[in-house]
């Protein structure tokens, strides 16, 4: 029996463990997710860089004493950059420059003990939920390989749900790490704004909405991460309350009888509302309520107005444009509309036009907002819903209509994620229902702020009643 290949989907969690144990060793580890992402990466196209020798080299020396020393992880190519190593942020005029600055996250990674083996694929900066860039091959989903996984962190995604390794570095704007989570199989926990710094060279990202995480195939291993990726750093604009006590101490602990809110439909035109999602929802109730909590139907009434989007598009445009402009002064020239996507070439278009008041005003907007969405959380503990709209589209379905088409689709995806990036709040998808013809759907879960502790244990009070690690999808290692 080989004991390497029988770690395939041992989590990270399992796999730290046996390298303190010497079970086996990080050179071992690392050397056999490197054969699996050269045997089966090429079916996906889920990893685009690799850094196979430095690994190599890092995993043979002496590293970090941390929680996770020497498992191997990848990491997105957008955001958590090394200095002198090239990320993309999905832009083909970004492809081979070197970064010139380490971030906080990657030191943070770093000092965990994990192994970074390269970078995965993601839509031109993010501003999507599929993994189609121009400049890069498609993310290919491992369940069904003419489906989208998902994005922006959907080569994360891809990579894990297929056993290359066992965690991989996700990030969320408005979405983009429970997305691929849903449609990938995968624990998509998007922490509460500020827990992850994005320093030094970003503050903020997205007025607040954008922060850092992973994906991960098990609960335990999307608390563990988090904790070891939670450093607090001076300066930062936000700093969430304290949690009482490290996340992995959460993991099948009991949260008690809690009032659960269950939203399984949009509130409002212009959405999806795939049968296959409500049925995800009603399941998951069902378990909850199994395990002794009252789920009812109710949410925020501000979850669905009319404006939200109006808003966040006018923000999203804002920080694209600002963005560009910084990539262009470290490429040391301009980035022409021709070389990018129409999305995004829309968007500087759109950030380039709008005056200081118009932004502001949007913030305005989003932070009364939030008030009125916040405060249904004083009389409930959790929300339920369908992560996504649909079930994983076909690769090219958000763009068959043309760029006006594009922005439509997106928005009809995703009724239930944006809206809490912009919150601040932390969210869950779980991967708790596959469709017939046996695609995931992940169900979301959503806390009040700063309450990652809870989502923790009711997410491993389902992994426990619904387990979900021995599926496989089809394409794997």
């Given at each position: 029996?080989?004991?390497?290949?029988?770690?395939?989907?041992?989590?990270?969690?399992?796999?730290?463990?046996?390298?303190?144990?010497?079970?086996?060793?990080?050179?071992?580890?690392?050397?056999?997710?490197?054969?699996?992402?050269?045997?089966?990466?090429?079916?996906?196209?889920?990893?685009?860089?690799?850094?196979?020798?430095?690994?190599?080299?890092?995993?043979a020396g002496e590293l970090p004493d941390g929680p996770f020393r020497g498992v191997p992880i990848l990491f997105k190519d957008l955001g958590c950059t090394v200095e002198g190593e090239p990320t993309a942020f999905g832009i083909g005029a970004l492809r081979d420059m070197p970064w010139p600055v380490t971030s906080?996250?990657?030191?943070?990674?770093?000092?965990?003990?994990?192994?970074?083996?390269?970078?995965?694929?993601?839509?031109?900066?993010?501003?999507?939920?599929?993994?189609?860039?121009?400049?890069f091959p498609p993310a290919r989903n491992p369940w069904d390989?003419?489906?989208?996984?998902?994005?922006?962190?959907?080569?994360?995604?891809?990579?894990?749900?297929?056993?290359?390794v066992p965690v991989a570095h996700a990030n969320d704007g408005g979405g983009s790490i429970r997305i691929p989570a849903s449609e990938c199989g995968l624990v998509g926990l998007k922490p509460t704004r500020g827990r992850v710094s994005q320093g030094p060279v970003v503050g903020e990202g997205w007025a607040g909405g954008t922060i850092d995480g992973s994906v991960t195939r098990s609960v335990r291993d999307a608390a563990g991460v988090l904790d070891a990726i939670s450093t607090w750093q001076s300066g930062e604009?936000?700093?969430?309350?304290?949690?009482?006590?490290?996340?992995?101490?959460?993991?099948?602990?009991?949260p008690g009888r809690l009032r659960i809110g269950l939203v399984d439909r949009p509130g409002a035109e212009g959405y999806l509302d795939d049968p296959e999602c409500r049925a995800a929802v009603?399941?998951?109730?069902?378990?909850?309520?199994?395990?002794?909590?009252?789920?009812?139907?109710?949410?925020?009434?501000?979850?669905?107005?009319?404006?939200?989007?109006?808003?966040?598009t006018t923000i999203i445009a804002a920080d694209t444009e600002a963005t560009f402009q910084a990539f262009e002064m470290l490429l040391g020239r301009a980035i022409a509309d021709d070389e990018i996507e129409p999305r995004n070439a829309?968007?500087?278009?759109?950030?380039?036009?709008?005056?200081?008041?118009?932004?502001?005003?949007?913030?305005?907007?989003?932070?009364?907002?939030?008030?009125?969405?916040?405060?249904?959380?004083?009389?409930?503990?959790?929300?339920?819903?369908?992560?996504?709209?649909?079930?994983?589209?076909?690769?090219g379905w958000f763009t068959a209509e043309g760029p006006?088409?594009?922005?439509r689709r997106v928005v009809s995806f995703i009724p239930y994620t944006a809206q809490f990036n912009m919150t601040g709040q932390p969210a869950v998808s779980l991967p708790l229902h596959w469709t017939p013809e046996g695609l995931p759907v992940g169900v979301q879960l959503v806390a009040a702020y700063g309450r990652e502790d809870l989502l923790v244990r009711v997410a491993s009070q389902l992994e426990q009643a619904a387990p979900w690690a021995d599926r496989h999808p089809e394409v794997h290692a």
């Open positions: 029996m080989n004991l390497m290949s029988d770690l395939t989907w041992v989590d990270a969690t399992g796999q730290a463990e046996l390298v303190r144990s010497g079970e086996v060793s990080a050179a071992e580890l690392a050397e056999a997710a490197i054969g699996r992402i050269e045997a089966v990466n090429p079916q996906l196209d889920a990893v685009i860089r690799t850094r196979f020798d430095q690994a190599r080299a890092e995993a906080f996250l990657a030191e943070a990674f770093k000092a965990a003990g994990f192994v970074a083996l390269g970078r995965t694929n993601v839509p031109e900066m993010g501003t999507t939920v599929t993994t189609e860039p121009r400049s390989t003419s489906r989208s996984t998902g994005g922006s962190s959907g080569g994360s995604a891809a990579a894990v749900a297929s056993g290359l604009p936000y700093y969430p309350p304290p949690l009482p006590r490290p996340l992995r101490e959460e993991v099948g602990a009991d009603a399941a998951a109730a069902r378990l909850l309520e199994g395990l002794g909590h009252h789920v009812a139907e109710s949410g925020p009434d501000a979850m669905f107005e009319e404006a939200f989007v109006q808003h966040f829309f968007y500087r278009q759109g950030g380039k036009a709008m005056d200081a008041v118009t932004y502001l005003q949007s913030r305005a907007w989003i932070g009364m907002w939030t008030r009125r969405m916040a405060s249904w959380w004083a009389g409930h503990d959790l929300l339920l819903t369908p992560t996504l709209g649909g079930r994983p589209p076909e690769l006006q088409g594009e922005g």
